[in-house]
């Protein structure tokens, strides 16, 4: 019987190209999903051009608009929410429910090498929902980039890792995929409201309000609307956001089941 020597093991391991393989996977299985595929392009532009209309013409401040302050960040809280609370979930339920992650267990390429590629993808699908918005805003309704380019563009990147946290810890509780699906959706209405998608939040209990601006969806929106206005951030938004993140992937790091 032979024993494998620590370089063996080393050479085991998947390399750069294994990587890229399982992400391509990982991509095509997004794509066939065309639900999921549209759902999260299709809902936001559908918003963007009911309000886009009314909202191109009303100046708020520094000469961006109602589009720009609070149509778009709403969009892309949208996007980053169905993406990483509905989508994601699902198909990570969907792989241990089907026994691929067990089975990925006991090979070089672990179970963890599909949650990278996964979050590569959803990266993509988030940037693909968010060029297509913004290109619709830009060319159809004279649609103007943040003020704070940068801090709109952290912002963004933040609120991705928010959300990302949120449905690992969906995908860690959800026994099958469709209750993975049904939780997304509780959780994405929930958040949703609290912050602002039906409609402002000024008409909100003050308690809910309040908890809203701490949710990462409302934190998402008002951060981005500052920065998009060229107001400061407040720093409750940005604490709000990097607690969501780090609070979720350590919550789904204790209960994420392989099996």
């Given at each position: 019987m032979s024993i494998m020597t620590a370089t063996d093991i080393v050479a085991a391991r998947p390399g750069p190209r294994s990587w890229l393989k399982l992400t391509a996977a990982e991509l095509k299985m997004v794509v066939r999903d065309t639900s999921g595929l549209i759902v999260p392009i299709a809902l936001p532009v559908l918003i963007l051009v009911m309000s886009a209309?009314?909202?191109?013409?009303?100046?708020?401040?520094?000469?961006?608009?109602?589009?720009d302050v609070f149509v778009l960040p709403l969009v892309t809280a949208i996007i980053l929410s169905t993406i990483c609370i509905i989508n994601m979930p699902s198909f990570l339920a969907y792989y241990r429910h089907a026994g691929i992650l067990r089975r990925l267990?006991?090979?070089?390429?672990?179970?963890a090498m599909v949650l990278v590629a996964h979050t590569v993808v959803s990266l993509v699908q988030a940037l693909?929902?968010?060029?297509v918005a913004l290109a619709l805003a830009v060319l159809a309704f004279d649609a103007n980039a943040p003020v704070h380019l940068w801090a709109a563009?952290?912002?963004?990147?933040?609120?991705?890792?928010?959300?990302?946290?949120?449905?690992?810890?969906?995908?860690?509780?959800?026994?099958?995929?469709?209750?993975a699906v049904a939780i997304g959706l509780a959780l994405f209405f929930a958040i949703g409201a609290l912050g602002g998608m039906f409609g402002g939040t000024g008409n909100l209990p003050e308690a809910l309000?309040?908890?809203?601006?701490?949710?990462?969806?409302g934190a998402t929106v008002q951060a981005l609307g500052a920065a998009w206005a060229g107001a400061a951030?407040?720093?409750?938004?940005?604490?709000?956001?990097?607690?969501?993140?780090v609070v979720g992937i350590a919550v789904a790091a204790v209960a994420f089941r392989w099996d």
């Open positions: 209309s009314t909202a191109s013409q009303q100046v708020v401040a520094n000469g961006r608009t109602a589009l267990a006991v090979t070089p390429a672990s179970p693909v929902g968010m060029c563009i952290g912002i963004f990147a933040l609120s991705l890792v928010a959300f990302y946290g949120i449905g690992m810890v969906v995908a860690s509780v959800a026994p099958s995929p469709n209750s309000e309040t908890v809203g601006e701490w949710l990462p969806f951030i407040d720093s409750v938004h940005v604490i709000s956001l990097a607690v969501s993140a």
